[in-house]
């Protein structure tokens, strides 16, 4: 029985092909320490905002007048720090 021709896929001339692309130079230092010293203090601030909330939110005055507002700030920090993990290289 006879075997059907095969032919090589065509590429697309245009569009966004890997050969298109030019190369992206990437920083070789890496991030700065205050950088990373930044995101993680944003990241554990979050958490701790929210975790004091919740087991003395009611006796300290400051977090009492804010009230759901403590939600707000807590995972706003928290979500800063996980915003600024996509600079750290």
Same mark, same amino acid.
């Given at each position: 029985?006879?075997?059907?021709?095969?032919?090589?896929?065509?590429?697309?001339?245009?569009?966004?092909?890997?050969?298109?692309?030019?190369?992206?130079?990437?920083?070789?230092?890496?991030?700065?320490? &205050?950088?990373?010293? +930044?995101? !993680?203090?944003?990241?554990?601030? @979050? *958490?701790?905002?929210?975790?004091?909330?919740?087991?003395?939110?009611?006796?300290?005055?400051?977090?009492?007048?804010?009230?759901? &507002?403590?939600?707000? +700030?807590? !995972?706003?920090?928290?979500?800063? @720090? *996980?915003?600024?993990?996509?600079?750290?290289?």
């Amino acid at each position: 029985m006879p075997k059907a021709k095969m032919t090589k896929p065509e590429i697309p001339s245009g569009g966004s092909s890997s050969m298109n692309r030019a190369p992206v130079k990437v920083n070789a230092d890496g991030t700065p320490k &205050w950088y990373m010293t +930044i995101m !993680f203090f944003f990241m554990l601030a @979050g *958490l701790a905002w929210i975790i004091v909330n919740y087991l003395a939110g009611n006796q300290i005055p400051l977090m009492t007048e804010l009230g759901a &507002w403590n939600y707000l +700030i807590g !995972f706003g920090l928290l979500i800063i @720090g *996980l915003l600024m993990t996509m600079g750290w290289r």
